[in-house]
């Protein structure tokens, strides 16, 4: 399994921006895709998650209401959304995926593939 994680920048506090991590690999409707980030100095901190066959989708508190996560079946692609972002949005955003939907889809230890990251950067 591949990740290529695309779409960060730099943007300034309200914005928006939509990251995209395109899949290549087997998928399975239980497998559990998610987006972390992490700042320099900081450990890997969960920001969502999507089981892919649906019914299962959840935030970090830090995001809920701002961040949406969503897939493309056809393009074989998982997207986040982020809206009203803040300069505590900073960091590097990884994708990353495990066959299967586990409880603790918010460890970043649980997820067995990884995307390179890619930049987000909050400032005016």
């Known amino acids: 399994v591949q990740l290529q994680a695309s779409g960060g920048g730099l943007v300034q506090p309200g914005g928006s921006l939509k990251l995209s991590c395109a899949v290549s690999?087997?998928?399975?409707?239980?497998?559990?895709m998610a987006w972390f980030r992490q700042s320099p100095g900081k450990e890997r901190e969960f920001v969502a998650a999507?089981?892919?066959?649906?019914?299962?989708?959840n935030y970090a508190d830090s995001v809920k209401g701002r961040f949406t996560i969503s897939r493309d079946n056809a393009k074989d692609t998982v997207y986040l959304q982020m809206n009203s972002l803040n300069p505590e949005d900073t960091a590097v955003y990884f994708c990353?995926?495990?066959?299967?939907?586990?409880?603790?889809?918010?460890?970043?230890?649980?997820?067995?593939?990884w995307g390179s990251g890619t930049q987000v950067t909050v400032s005016s």
């Open positions: 690999g087997h998928i399975f409707s239980d497998t559990a």
């Open positions: 999507i089981r892919w066959g649906g019914g299962r989708r």
């Open positions: 990353g995926t495990r066959p299967r939907w586990t409880t603790n889809y918010y460890r970043p230890y649980e997820y067995n593939y």
